[in-house]
């Protein structure tokens, strides 16, 4: 599975970081080192980065993305 996410699709349409994952927990921690750089959520909790992880597109394997 690949997944595709952009701060854009979770409704920070100022934000022009995107990114692909290989998997949910890929992603969920591409998410916290960029929510701790960019957006200065130093300890993102659970809760945000469960409901970053479903904003990202099912994008089925890299190699298709």
Same mark, same amino acid.
């Given at each position: 599975m690949a997944l595709k996410y952009s701060c854009a699709s979770a409704g920070? *349409?100022?934000c022009g970081f995107s990114t692909t994952a290989t *998997?949910?927990?890929d992603?969920?921690?591409?998410?916290? *080192?960029h929510l701790?750089?960019?957006h200065a959520v130093t300890?993102?909790?659970q809760t945000i980065l469960r409901y970053l992880v479903k904003c990202a597109e099912d994008?089925?394997?890299?190699a298709n993305a």
């Open positions: 920070a *349409d100022s *998997d949910k927990a992603l969920a921690r591409q998410l916290a *080192d701790s750089r960019v300890t993102p909790t994008r089925g394997s890299l």
